[in-house]
């Protein structure tokens, strides 16, 4: 006959009943975070549309955007990292990624970076959000977002595939470094 030990049946019931704030606290700050992303897209996307009406129109008709936010220093090389996210404007669905970027070159700064990039095709967008992407040689410069920001940066292939407008809370960007961005899923902020 099998017998249950009581005090081993507490010890096994109090860890499940401490399992579950947990998870649902985890839950709660991947909604809070998911939240915040969100909202720095929208930020973003504002400025972008007040910098270059016409963009409005561009990602309306495109196959989707993705926005992302990073912080970084650079002094002749540097790194940033970031989150966003890239809306399906088919699917109305929104997946939460990652970024991250090294630098090096003729780049003295600091660097409170907004990007939105437009998807010109379904089969680009469905490759960046599921294999992840990464741009390398970028010639682009990014200038305060005071009606000066929402330059297309344009480099290699991209220019075909997707258009980035890079912006800065701060303008304080300046020079001309060869960066290399990757981004990829955030496996905690997409919903399983």
């Known amino acids: 006959m099998f017998t249950i030990n ?6 096994v019931a109090a860890m499940g009943v401490l399992a579950l704030p947990m998870g649902a606290a985890q839950a709660a700050d991947a909604a809070k975070e998911r939240a915040e992303v969100r909202s720095m897209c929208d930020e973003a996307l504002a400025t ?16 989707g955007y993705g926005c992302f936010s990073s912080f970084g220093v650079s002094l002749l090389v540097g790194g940033a990292g970031g989150k966003g996210l890239v809306h399906n404007t088919a699917t109305k669905k929104d997946t939460y990624m990652n970024m991250g970027q090294v630098s090096a070159g003729l780049d003295i ?9 437009v998807f010109k095709d379904r089969q680009t ?17 990014s200038a ?19 258009d980035i407008y890079p912006m800065t809370k701060t303008g304080l960007s300046a020079g001309g470094a060869a960066a290399g961005r990757k981004y990829w899923k955030d496996a905690d902020l997409n919903p399983k």
């Open 48 to 63: 972008l549309y007040k910098a270059k009406p016409g963009a409005k129109e561009q990602i309306a008709k495109s196959a």
């Open 109 to 117: 700064s600091i660097k409170d970076y907004r990007e939105v990039l």
């Open 6 to 11: 009581p005090k081993a049946a507490a010890t």
């Open 125 to 141: 967008l469905e490759a960046f959000v599921d294999k992840g992407w990464e741009l390398t040689g970028s010639g682009g410069a």
């Open 144 to 162: 305060g977002v005071e009606g000066k920001g929402g330059t297309a940066e344009k480099g290699g292939n991209v220019s075909d595939k997707i």
